[in-house]
T-cell receptor
Framework: KAGVTQTPRYLIKTRGQQVTLSCSPI?????VSWYQQTPGQGLQFLFE???????NKGNFPGRFSGRQFSNSRSEMNVSTLELGDSALYLC????????????????FGPGTRLTVL | AQSVTQLDSQVPVFEEAPVELRCNYS??????LFWYVQYPNQGLQLLLK??????LVKGINGFEAEFNKSQTSFHLRKPSVHISDTAEYFC??????????FGQGTRLTINP
């Protein structure tokens, strides 16, 4: 089975621009979560999508948004980029048997490294 | 809110020596605990997890961890490390729902 794929792997943008990152989950996985990894703040949860609905959201400003499509693929968007948005953005997918059920193991993709100049 | 503290930001050890990476968590309820490894320019790979049952958990690549509820710890150990174990290691807790809270990471460096 193919793993979680993220595109692009590397991205360079300038301040004020917007960016869209893509994540394709493992086949059959319906939950997709996004994390931001920076040297200063470490790994932080951004949001989680299940069946095209955002179920959980971390403590990030509204410039960070996401969506999920009917095939479970997910995108996250960051508008009005700031220097501090430079980070590795990781996507993770999991199979959910029951909405609201116990935690299911998350499988991580390789990440998209975003550099904001 | 649940939190995770990794007590060492860097751990240097010699090859074939034992290693312990320390992790403490804060929680007043049952927890699911995890250790992940991240190699350079890669995502996170699950090493092992504690969901319930035996407090000694065995994972991949010869790693194991012990869940200690009274000390709220989940330390990772390996009896003999190899150069290939050089990586960053993250301890994480599931605070509910489908998300993880991570520690700041421990960079393990293996010296020949």
């Amino acid at each position: 089975k193919a793993g979680v794929t993220q595109t692009p792997r590397y991205l360079i943008k300038t301040r004020g621009q917007q960016v869209t990152l893509s994540c394709s989950p493992i086949s059959g996985h319906r939950s997709v979560s996004w994390y931001q990894q920076t040297p200063g703040q470490g790994l932080q949860f951004l949001f989680e999508y299940f069946s095209e609905t955002q179920r959980n959201k971390g403590n990030f400003p509204g410039r960070f948004s996401g969506r999920q499509f009917s095939n479970s693929r997910s995108e996250m968007n960051v508008s009005t980029l700031e220097l501090g948005d430079s980070a590795l953005y990781l996507c993770a997918s999991s199979t959910i048997l029951l909405a609201g059920g116990p935690y299911n193991e998350q499988f991580f993709g390789p990440g998209t490294r975003l550099t904001v100049l | 809110a649940q939190s995770v503290t990794q007590l060492d930001s860097q751990v240097p050890v010699f090859e074939e020596a034992p290693v312990e990476l320390r992790c403490n968590y804060s929680s007043s309820v049952s927890v699911y605990l995890f250790w992940y490894v991240q190699y350079p320019n890669q995502g996170l790979q699950l090493l092992l997890k504690y969901l319930s049952g035996s407090t000694l958990v065995k994972g991949i690549n010869g790693f194991e961890a012990e869940f200690n509820k009274s000390q709220t710890s989940f330390h990772l150990r390996k009896p003999s490390v190899h150069i290939s174990d050089t990586a960053e290691y993250f301890c994480a807790v599931n605070p509910g729902a489908q998300k993880l809270v991570f520690g700041q990471g421990t960079r393990l460096t293996i010296n020949p």
